[in-house]
């Protein structure tokens, strides 16, 4: 499954946010913490506190791939307190003319096993509305930052 977001934002701040392996949380509002094992490079292993309200607490993720040549990001969740078994995604990032000016489409797929007593639905629909609420939380911190950077100081 995939799910795709046109982004107003050029794909510099965009991809700033999404390459943070370690941090997630500046824009991942359901993560509470991080805590990273490694050198940010592939196979280092991440500590994820979830926020409540989530049927999770913990998640143990992979960098698999991070690209920043393509902007493509992919992690794996090899474990934690949770009930997304065997999930994996990738997100990629791509340029885009949004109304007329340069902005980002950012796609993410991922592949879940469905777990016991769900449909595949019901799975899909969780993780999607988990996707769709993280995309939001992008567009808006990377907007937050597109216009720090575009605000220049005043000579005095």
């Known amino acids: 499954m995939g799910i795709a977001m046109d982004l107003g934002v050029g794909r510099p701040p965009v991809w700033s946010l999404v390459r943070r392996f370690d941090q997630p ?3 991942k509002p359901f993560i509470s913490r991080c805590v990273v094992q490694g050198n940010l490079e ?12 989530l049927p999770a ?3 143990t993720e992979r960098l698999e791939l991070l690209d920043d040549d393509e902007h ?4 794996r969740i090899i474990g934690g307190d949770h009930r ?5 995604s990738i997100i990629s990032l791509h340029p885009e003319i949004i109304e007329g000016r340069p902005g980002t489409l950012v796609i ?4 879940v096993d469905v777990p016991e007593g769900n449909t595949k639905d019901e799975t899909c629909y969780f993780v999607e509305a988990l996707i769709k609420c993280n995309l939001k939380s992008l567009a808006d911190v990377s907007e ?6 575009r605000t220049e100081p005043i000579d005095l």
């Open 25 to 27: 949380q500046k824009y």
């Open 42 to 53: 592939i196979g280092s292993l991440r500590e994820v506190d979830v926020k409540s309200g």
């Open 57 to 59: 607490t913990t998640s």
């Open 72 to 75: 493509i990001l992919s992690i």
């Open 84 to 88: 997304l078994k065997n999930y994996s």
């Open 108 to 111: 993410e797929s991922f592949v």
């Open 144 to 149: 937050g930052l597109a216009v720090q950077d």
